[in-house]
């Protein structure tokens, strides 16, 4: 039974934080619960309609594409104006009219257009709501921020993945872009509701900027390698959004293929994981060294990626050590998060920072380019993707066991 303190402790421990965090906090869950379900289940649903993983990976990279004009738009607005409402708003805009695209899609055409609307919409929405973290957190370590709103993105993405693949299998097989339209109006309404409050947190920044180096002009020496880094972490996770499912439904080259259910069930437990592991990841993170969490999300992606290359050539049930690769995603996903996003900020010039958090929204995108539409072309033509999680864990094993240590 819940003792009814728990609740009071609960809500002690989210007052503590400041109202302008938690604002964004509120808005990044919500985008998170609406991008969930879209975001891990789109790729299954359109596999069920009939569309080939080369097709669905196509969309997937156009999305992308879109994305980097998008990114570079609002990098530069960002840079100039400083303000994260039109941003948040447009791109909320823009992912209604993606959904409603997606549910009257029955082909590849309007499936391209719908993610082209979702790619442009991404765009326009991650450096924004990135910007706006450093100078809402007043007092608080940009690090532990980080790791707030990204458990509200852990818990967003969990519900929606769960309440998504509940309304897919009983009520209505495209339900997740209903409810992405649903919650895009609670983020238009929130920023609405709340415009005159963001607009002057964001018109004082120059009193919460002692931990953004405002006198930095020059980027970091060693920018190349992170920006590689990060660039090779995100490629992962695309792989492991978009590629994953499909590899675990089409089987392996001893595997048997996976039930619907059962994939969504695997990736439920990985995002019930990441839910509970986030925040104390992310809190234990901060209090390490700037780039211990690339290097701890490095070995944690490479060990995963090395037992989802393994389990293709068992003929034994896949669920246990499929499951154990997941909890390292998870770990290596808590503690990537909040550090990329901090790490990056504060390598970049201080008229830069925009850009920087749109170069990194952008390393994400990178991941969409290539990532998704390879390894789509691999499994229609050789139906598994052993080789492409061997790739990923060589690549992030040399990073870490090379680069870093040579660099840092």
Do not use: H
Request: glycine share 8%.
């Amino acid at each position: 039974m819940i003792s009814p303190n728990s609740f009071q402790i609960s809500k002690n421990w989210w007052i503590q934080f400041p109202y302008p965090l938690r604002l964004i906090t509120k808005i990044r869950f919500y985008a998170a619960f609406g991008a969930g379900g879209v975001i891990y289940l789109t790729s299954l649903i359109f596999n069920d309609i009939g569309l080939s993983a080369t097709d669905i990976g196509l969309g997937f990279t156009i999305s992308a594409i879109i994305g980097t004009l998008t990114r570079l738009f609002t990098g530069n607005y960002l840079n100039k104006i400083g303000k994260i409402q039109v941003p948040l708003i447009a791109s909320s805009i823009l992912s209604i009219a993606a959904s409603i695209f997606l549910i009257f899609s029955r082909d590849t055409l309007f499936y391209i257009i719908g993610q082209s609307f979702v790619g442009a919409s991404a765009g326009i929405y991650w450096p924004a709501a990135e910007f706006g973290v450093p100078y809402f957190c007043n007092t608080i370590d940009t690090r532990k921020a980080y790791a707030l709103v990204r458990s509200s993105e852990a818990l967003g993405i969990f519900l929606g993945v769960f309440f998504g693949g509940c309304m897919t299998n009983f009520l209505y097989s495209k339900s997740i872009f209903v409810n992405d339209i649903f919650c895009m109006f609670v983020i238009i309404y929130l920023i609405s509701r709340n415009n005159s409050s963001i607009k002057i947190n964001l018109e004082n920044f120059d009193k919460l900027v002692d931990p953004i180096k405002k006198g930095q002009f020059k980027w970091n020496r060693n920018s190349g390698i992170l920006i590689l880094s990060i660039l090779l972490i995100t490629t992962s996770l695309a792989l492991i959004q978009v590629t994953l499912p499909l590899d675990l439904v089409k089987g392996g080259v001893y595997r048997d293929p996976l039930s619907n259910e059962i994939t969504s069930l695997i990736i439920s437990i990985q995002l019930i994981l990441l839910l509970f592991l986030q925040w104390p990841v992310g809190s234990w993170i901060s209090n390490k060294g700037r780039l211990f969490g690339l290097k701890f999300s490095l070995i944690n992606f490479s060990f995963a990626s090395l037992l989802l290359f393994i389990s293709s050539y068992l003929n034994i049930p896949p669920f246990y050590l499929i499951s154990f690769s997941l909890i390292l995603i998870s770990l290596g996903t808590a503690s990537f998060l909040p550090t990329s996003t901090d790490v990056v900020f504060r390598i970049a010039p201080s008229n830069k920072k925009g850009f920087a958090l749109a170069l990194l929204s952008q390393c994400f995108a990178m991941g969409y380019f290539l990532g998704p539409f390879i390894s789509g072309r691999i499994l229609d033509v050789f139906g598994y993707a052993s080789i492409i999680w061997l790739s990923i864990s060589f690549c992030c094993f040399i990073i870490f066991g090379i680069l870093f240590n040579k660099l840092f």
